[in-house]
């Protein structure tokens, strides 16, 4: 029979799903929209006010709002963070083109601000409740309908990261990934089943047989198109193409020894590769050399790399079945192959090499030393270094979870038989998800996909135990109209009912009861404090010079953006810096991609690079102003100009800032009380640069002086406080003070004077702040041999300047200036404050 003869499978009659599956799987999609915008009225705020639920999602309505005002183009590279560095965009571009076409065609052409806040808000949650449909049909494929449905069921009601990420006002591109990555998956498994029951062999191509190649060639193309457009939403999506090809790995070996041809497998990948190095190439920049984070000649290369692996395992299996060798070299000759592959990679670009040894360690490794404070990369398995299942559970509910277990252990079972294509990739591609929230939990939003479909995959077994099948088709033969269903339950069996029963409550119920709490959290980023300190930044600082809108050109290579000379950085943790810049339209010094923060990578015997946490714990002032000297280049500037502390940075956040330094130990100590031990701050912690400024209130700075303080909340703060009092004879007033908190570095005005050689001499003043808290501010310094002495003071007793620092937190009367029996009055101006200008006595 020729190729053109042989017959084709029915593949095409069974995607024609009946009209009641489709309306049920339409139905649950919307049922899945519908929890996902539940809290719409903590998101979506009276007067047109959205709030947004993390600092990347502002981000990403950043990055939107640029895209919309320079259409088509995106902004790249982002001056206004990590300053004076500036950072490139790692977030791909697609997520936010979705958003900017949908407000372009709902504004026609001229959105309103509300309206792209209001769509942003939405689009997660619309995302989040699409993805019911590639799991329905994956789960179709595996076990039938029942399958199927049970499976949209269970990832519409996921409870843990991929629900909280895609729920309204979570805008960040994590849910586009879970959704692009799914469909991407559900094509390629199409595409595998289509090509293998049409027996498509590489003759068919050569001979033009589009009636063979037709079906499988649509679906390959699909995952192509989908593959690209899950790379296009996270440039880290090579992790779909790693699964794919460690999946290729064992299907050719599995197909070699079942004596099966494999083109149907090198069709698929080459065809999928393709059409995603095609798509995948006009977002590369060249100049990013090889990236895993940004879009770069490592994803086309990768890209082809895997087309090139397919054809290579196909050519290889063709030669290995002409040759008649024995079964078992076919591993052996696959691993040899790899091999010379990676050596002969490492000699053309040791580069690239690297990358590619490197990679599947960022993915499925546990981070060290700062990163590992980060919450979402932090293992699932693990919490404060303690074996635990209690985030695993959160995230998937502990009979998910199970369910899923057990499903791999039936499909690894299924290997030793005569398995299925779309078995065995989903046996790896679940078996490699959970690898990875091994690593970082983050990818539980991954996970939810693969325990849904594995718990369905596991009730479509136990329905067929009951045999389902047989009770679903004497329905649809004596079912003809809603007056036949009374007789038509005469055909149900008690253990179809009790298998029934056992979905519902073992699978169905905890995850819809898991789910449920999530819509009644408390929704809206940042908290009022933050919001309160940023806006109040953007209108009392002098503006940086910087077109906030603006779309810039980076920098080329080995050169550094050029400011204007009236720019200056904010300085504060990185989990604040989106905050600064889309709320504050500031420039952080550090941002929630990691940068600005400094610190040490992997030893404590490296440099202690300048940055957020080397500044927040430097021992002193001079090493804190050296941190922000040191961070610009340029000798004239300091980094920063301003920096914001929050009571969290400097209580139970203040750990994880020291970790990122590698030289976290003599912070806290061991104290015995009358209650037992106290875990207290030391001294080391209290003499820290983030102690002094939000503790104490920068009193006895030289340079920093408080400009801005919030509202106070109930934190640790005092704690804290009666620690210095108690262990160390302090006289801290044991009140709460403002939550956030903002200081400005100055060059300081100089008093100077005479007294008695030696003489002891003190200078202080009553600090009033906008919040009507006063506190004092104190310096004190002994006269030489010669009876000078020098204070260099931060504050203006003259109140604020046009063009500058629109202060409301001030002395409320002029420094008093002691020794001996002498006081003196000494008013200090703001041009000497700014300037360093000298003050004599």
């Known amino acids: 029979m020729s190729p053109q003869d042989r017959p084709v499978s029915s593949f095409k009659k069974k995607m024609k799903s009946s009209w009641p599956y489709t309306l049920t799987v339409a139905i649950i999609g919307f049922v899945s929209l519908w929890v996902r915008i539940l809290p719409s009225d903590k998101v979506l705020l009276p007067g047109g006010i959205v709030k947004f639920t993390t600092n990347d999602a502002w981000y990403h309505m950043r990055t939107l709002f640029v895209l919309l005002e320079n259409y088509p183009n995106r902004m790249f590279f982002n001056p206004m963070t990590n300053y004076p560095n500036g950072s490139y965009i790692h977030f791909g571009p697609l997520f936010d083109q979705m958003m900017a076409i949908t407000s372009l065609i ?77 469909f991407f998956m559900m094509f390629f498994m199409l595409a595998l089943i289509s090509a293998k029951e049409n027996k498509l062999r590489f003759a068919d191509v050569f001979n033009k047989n589009f009636k063979v190649i037709k079906e ?157 404070t980060i919450d979402e990369a932090t293992s699932i398995f693990y919490d404060v270094g303690v074996f635990t299942l209690s985030k695993v559970f959160s995230n998937f509910t502990a009979t998910g979870f199970l369910a899923s277990l057990l499903g791999i252990l039936i499909l690894a079972a299924n290997l030793f038989r005569k398995p299925k294509p779309q078995e065995v990739l989903l046996f790896i591609w679940s078996l490699l998800i959970l690898l990875a929230i091994y690593g970082q939990n983050r990818f539980a939003y991954y996970y939810s996909i693969n325990v849904s479909v594995l718990s369905a995959y596991l009730g479509g077994l136990l329905l067929e135990k009951v045999k389902w099948s047989e009770l679903d088709q004497k329905f649809k033969s004596n079912l003809k109209s809603p007056t036949d269903i009374p007789k038509a339950l005469k055909f149900v069996k008690i253990e179809q009912v009790f298998a029934v029963l056992l979905i519902v409550v073992f699978l169905i119920y905890p995850v819809y009861g898991s789910a449920m709490p999530y819509t ?35 920098p080329k290579n080995g050169e550094i953006f050029q400011y204007p000379d009236t720019a200056y950085g904010v300085m504060s943790w990185w989990d604040h810096g989106h905050y600064i810049e889309t709320i504050g339209h500031r420039m952080p010094n550090a941002n929630p991609f990691q940068a600005g923060v400094g610190g040490r990578s992997v030893s404590i015997d490296e440099e202690n690079r300048p940055g957020a946490a080397t500044f927040l714990t430097a021992p002193s002032e001079e090493e804190a102003s050296g941190v922000l000297e040191a961070i610009d280049p340029r000798p004239d500037k300091a980094g920063a100009r301003y920096i914001i502390s929050d009571a969290l940075m400097a209580t139970s956040m203040f750990r994880s800032i020291a970790t990122w330094t590698l030289d976290k130990e003599g912070y806290y100590q061991s104290h015995w009380t009358v209650d037992g031990y106290w875990n207290a701050p030391s001294t080391r912690y209290f003499n820290s640069m983030e102690a002094r400024l939000h503790i104490f209130d920068g009193s006895g700075l030289k340079q920093y002086r408080m400009i801005h303080e919030t509202g106070a909340y109930q934190t640790g703060e005092i704690l804290y406080k009666r620690a210095y009092n108690f262990f160390y004879g302090g006289k801290l007033p044991e009140v709460y003070t403002g939550y956030v908190k903002i200081f400005e570095y100055v060059k300081g005005a100089k008093i100077t004077g005479t007294a008695s050689s030696n003489e002891t001499v003190k200078i202080s003043t009553t600090i009033l702040t906008g919040q009507g808290r006063t506190f004092e501010y104190t310096q004190s310094t002994t ?18 300047i046009k063009g500058e620092t629109q202060f409301d937190t001030a002395p409320s009367g002029p420094y008093v200036l002691s020794y001996g029996d002498t006081t003196k009055e000494v008013r200090v101006n703001e041009e000497a404050v700014l300037k360093g200008e000298e003050i004599k006595v």
């Open 216 to 372: 499988p060639f649509i679906y390959s193309v699909l995952a192509g198109v989908m593959y690209s457009a899950y790379q296009l939403s996270w440039p880290g999506g090579s992790l779909f193409l790693f699964i794919i090809l460690v999946y290729a790995i064992f299907q050719y070996i599995f197909d070699n020894f079942q004596n099966e041809s494999s083109d149907y497998l090198g069709f698929t990948g080459i065809v999928t590769f393709l059409v995603s190095t095609i798509l995948i190439l006009p977002f590369v920049h060249p100049d990013m050399g090889f990236s895993l984070y940004y879009y770069s000649w490592f994803h086309v290369i990768t890209s082809l790399g895997a087309m090139a692996g397919f054809a290579a395992l196909s050519l290889i299996q063709r030669e290995f079945k002409r040759k008649k060798m024995k079964t078992y070299y076919y591993p052996l000759i696959i691993l040899g192959a790899g091999i010379l592959g990676l050596i002969f990679i490492k000699v053309l670009s040791p580069s690239l090499y690297s990358l590619i040894i490197n990679a599947p360690n960022t993915v499925f490794g546990r981070l060290q030393g700062g990163p590992s």
């Open 520 to 554: 009644k959290m408390v929704y809206g980023q940042p908290i009022q404090p933050w919001e309160e300190a940023c806006v109040w930044l953007s209108s009392n600082t002098p503006d940086p010079g910087m077109d906030y809108n603006a779309v810039y050109e980076a």
């Open 106 to 182: 709902l504004g026609m052409g001229n959105p309103s601000p509300q309206l792209v806040n209001t769509i942003g808000a939405y689009f997660p949650a619309i995302l989040g409740a699409l993805t019911v449909i590639p799991v329905y049909y994956m789960g179709k494929y595996l076990g039938g309908h029942k399958t199927g449905i049970l499976a949209a069921i269970l990832i519409a009601f996921a409870p843990g990261q991929f629900l909280s990420r895609s729920m309204i006002g979570f805008t960040d591109h994590h849910v586009a990934e879970s959704l692009f990555s799914t």
């Open 783 to 800: 006269a030489d041999s010669q009876g000078r002495y020098e204070f260099t003071v931060p504050y203006s007793t003259e109140g604020p």
